[in-house]
């Protein structure tokens, strides 16, 4: 299972921080939001993953924990990942306002958001399933933004990301319903509810 961990700073910061003797005991999750058992997580190592986004396109890890009692693994993926993504959030949100909202060619698109040589096929298929989510990616926003005036969900629900923020909407989505800013494939639908996010760590 993966939750939100809310980071501080670049993505440098984060690839220092993570790995840093402290980080297994300052992010880990309480309770379980599997089991509900408090105190049962053990440092679990990491897994590895890509990711893309602004001037980076590297490894990164991503710590995990395991729960004494139900024995299972839960992971802390980046606020700045969407799961089962290569791209940043930030990266597939500037493509989707380029395409959507400013109506640009796919190529301009893909160039605003830093990717120019992005194949044509990624591009359609953000825009392919961000159309199926729009109108529950809008209704799930309702309540951390003004009611946005649109001529259509697509519409509505960029403006809306736009004014909370991709990440602080995609933090909301995921972390409190279990939402994908993207949708779920089928397979991967979440079949347990809504968890919490762990505290942020201290800045001291």
Not at 119 to 140: E, H, K, L, M, N
Not at 143 to 164: C, N, W
Request: include cysteine; charged fraction near 15%.
């Amino acid at each position: 299972m993966q939750i939100l961990h809310r980071t501080l700073g670049s993505i440098q910061q984060y690839l220092r921080d993570i790995k840093e003797s402290s980080a297994a005991d300052r992010y880990r999750p309480d309770p379980c939001p599997l089991c509900q058992a408090r105190h049962s997580f053990l440092a679990h190592g990491f897994y590895y993953r890509t990711l893309v986004h602004v001037d980076f396109d590297q490894v990164i890890a991503i710590r995990r924990y395991l729960c004494r009692l139900c024995r299972r693994t839960v992971s802390l993926l980046p606020d700045f990942v969407l799961p089962y993504l290569r791209h940043s959030t930030v990266i597939i949100g500037l493509f989707l306002v380029s395409r959507l909202l400013a109506e640009r060619s796919l190529q301009e698109a893909a160039q605003a958001a830093f990717q120019p040589n992005m194949p044509y096929q990624r591009g359609q298929f953000w825009v392919r399933r961000f159309r199926i989510q729009a109108a529950g990616v809008g209704a799930a926003l309702a309540s951390l933004t003004a009611t946005v005036t649109a001529p259509d969900f697509v519409t509505r629900a960029l403006q809306m990301l736009e004014a909370i923020g991709w990440i602080a909407a995609h933090c909301f989505l995921f972390g409190q319903l279990r939402m994908h800013l993207l949708g779920w494939p089928r397979f991967l639908i979440p079949r347990r509810g809504p968890i919490s996010f762990p505290p942020l760590a201290s800045s001291s």
